[in-house]
């Protein structure tokens, strides 16, 4: 389903998602069957939130301006209803927590 073009013309169009959002995406990597990103969220912003801007926007560009390809691969929906998210930075949850937990 996902090729150079369409990759970098979904990615273009993520970015001005993620500018109008308050997000950042830093890394996207394109792949046959599904798309890598690494993003920076702010704290008032779950990664479910994120997520959804990402393939609630993404299907609405694909089928706007893709249809054929999403004719051709004889799907209608864009994304599988679900999602991974992974964190990365010296940081764990863990730590986060506890440090949110503590008094100053």
């Excluded at 051709?72 to 440090?99: F, H, V």
Aim: hydrophobic share 40%; charged share 10%.
């Amino acid at each position: 389903m996902f090729n150079s073009t369409l990759g970098g013309a979904l990615g273009d169009y993520w970015l001005r998602v993620a500018a109008k959002h308050g997000f950042a995406i830093d890394r996207m990597s394109v792949v046959p069957d599904h798309i890598h990103l690494m993003v920076r969220i702010v704290p008032s912003m779950s990664i479910e939130e994120c997520t959804l801007l990402l393939m609630n926007n993404g299907q609405h560009f694909v089928g706007n301006n893709y249809p054929q390809l999403l004719i051709e691969a004889g799907i209608n929906q864009l994304w599988q209803a679900s999602a991974y998210a992974g964190t990365c930075g010296k940081y764990t949850s863990g730590l986060i927590q506890k440090w949110l937990q503590s008094p100053e």
